[in-house]
C-alpha cells in the first residue's frame, strides 16, 4: 500500500508530511478503525464548492450566477468528483473491510468521489486554501479540456420530459424511494415512471442531482429500445 500511496501523493504533485491526514481520508468506515474519513469528506465537500465556485467565477466573467451554478453543480456532483478520483486512482489506495472489497467497492462512484472530497479536505488542513486551489484546478482542468454549458452540463430531466411529452403525451413522474445516511451527507434513491411503469432509478446527494441521474439513465434505456 505504501506504493501506492506514493503514486497517488506523484498524481497530486503533492507529497503530504502527516501521513496519517492522507490515511485517514482514505479509511472507508467499514474499515472499523478508530478513525474514517466521513469528517474530512464533509469538509473537502465545502472546500470544492469554494475552490470551483472561484475558479468559474474568474473564469467565465459575462455568464449569469444561474449559469455558474449549474457548472458548478455538474463538476462537484457524484459523477463529476467520480471522475477526478478515477484518474488520480483512488480505487486502489482506498482502506476498505473485506466485506466491502468483495462487493467491489473500489470501483463505486459514492465510494470514489467520498475519497475524493477527503483527500482535498486533508490537503486544506496540510496547506491551506491556496495551495489546494493550486493542486485541484490542474486536475480539474486535466480531466475536463473544455469546461463550458453545452459541455458540461445536460438537463437530462428537460431532455427526458420533452421526449415524453412528444412521443407519449405525458411527462415522467419522479418518486423518492428512500433518503438515508446522516444530514450533512444523506443519499436520495430516485425512480422514473413513465405512464405508471417505472424505467429507471438512481442515487444522488440531493433530489435534484438523484433525478438527474435517473433521468439519464431513462434516456439511455430509451436510446437503446
Known amino acids: 500500500m505504501l506504493k501506492k500511496l506514493l503514486g497517488l501523493q506523484k498524481r497530486l504533485n503533492y507529497k503530504f508530511k502527516n501521513q496519517n491526514l492522507l490515511i485517514e481520508a482514505l479509511t472507508h468506515k467499514s474499515y472499523k478503525k478508530a478513525y474514517n ?36 453543480a455538474s463538476l462537484v456532483n457524484e459523477k463529476g468528483l467520480e471522475k477526478l478520483a ?4 483512488l480505487g486502489e489506495c482506498m482502506y476498505l473491510s473485506m466485506a466491502e472489497e468483495k462487493n467491489d467497492g473500489r470501483e463505486k ?10 483527500v482535498v479536505g486533508a490537503l486544506y488542513l496540510e496547506v491551506g486554501l491556496k495551495k489546494v486551489y493550486n493542486i485541484i484546478i490542474p486536475i480539474l482542468e486535466s480531466a475536463y ?11 437530462y430531466k428537460t431532455t427526458l420530459q420533452e421526449h415524453t411529452q412528444a412521443c407519449h403525451g405525458t411527462t415522467p413522474e ?19 415512471n ?3 411503469k417505472q424505467i429507471s432509478k438512481a442515487f444522488g446527494k440531493s433530489k ?5 441521474n435517473a433521468a439519464k439513465i431513462a434516456l439511455e434505456i430509451i436510446d437503446k429500445g
Open 145 to 155: 479540456p473544455k469546461i463550458d454549458l453545452e459541455s458540461i452540463f445536460r438537463d
Open 208 to 212: 435534484k442531482e438523484a433525478q438527474q
Open 109 to 118: 462512484p459514492s465510494l470514489l468521489s467520498d475519497s475524493f472530497e477527503a
Open 174 to 192: 419522479y418518486i423518492t424511494e428512500r433518503s438515508f445516511g446522516p444530514d450533512h451527507q444523506k443519499k436520495f434513491e430516485i425512480s422514473v
Open 37 to 72: 474519513n466521513e469528517r474530512l469528506e464533509f469538509l473537502g465537500d465545502a472546500i470544492l464548492d469554494l475552490v470551483v465556485g472561484e475558479y468559474l467565477f474568474f473564469k467565465f466573467t459575462n455568464i449569469p450566477e444561474g449559469d455558474l451554478s449549474k457548472l458548478r
Open 86 to 89: 478515477r484518474m488520480l486512482k
Open 194 to 196: 413513465i405512464k405508471e
